[in-house]
């Protein structure tokens, strides 16, 4: 069986910085594509950032491109996300999620894709 467990999430002012950890337990992590997504109240699941295999591929959201850093360390089996210069938009619930495709060219941006999910971390950015 395989597990996410995130972490890392919080209450920040605009304009700072968190990091997000998400650990993965069970099975081999480097066998894994694993993205960000976020999710708001109301709203539907969104991709975040991603990265491939072995680290040689990311992608990021349109909205957070240039402030977020999506990176992975396959010998402690953990995918994080750094977040600076942090808006009040940005708060929302934060998933990791893993895809065990074989192949993939690059992480994809569409939910149902994704194998397994965490439980999610809460990002409250105030004004």
């Known amino acids: 069986q395989v597990r996410l467990v995130e972490s890392g999430g919080g209450l920040v002012q605009a304009g700072n910085s968190l990091k997000l950890s998400c650990s993965v337990f069970?099975?081999?992590?480097?066998?894994?594509?694993m993205s960000w997504f976020r999710q708001a109240p109301g709203e539907a699941r969104k991709f975040v950032a991603g990265?491939?295999?072995?680290?040689?591929?990311?992608q990021y959201g349109d909205s957070v491109k240039g402030r977020f850093t999506v990176s992975r360390s396959d010998g402690d089996a953990t995918v994080y996300l750094q977040m600076n210069s942090l808006k009040p938009e940005d708060t929302a619930v934060y998933y990791c999620?893993?895809?065990?495709?074989?192949?993939?060219?690059?992480?994809?941006?569409?939910?149902?894709?994704?194998?397994?999910w965490g439980q999610g971390t809460q990002v409250t950015v105030s004004s």
């Open positions: 990265i491939s295999r072995q680290g040689s591929t990311t």
């Open positions: 069970g099975r081999t992590f480097s066998d894994y594509t």
């Open positions: 999620a893993a895809d065990y495709r074989p192949v993939v060219v690059a992480p994809s941006t569409t939910p149902s894709t994704y194998d397994y």
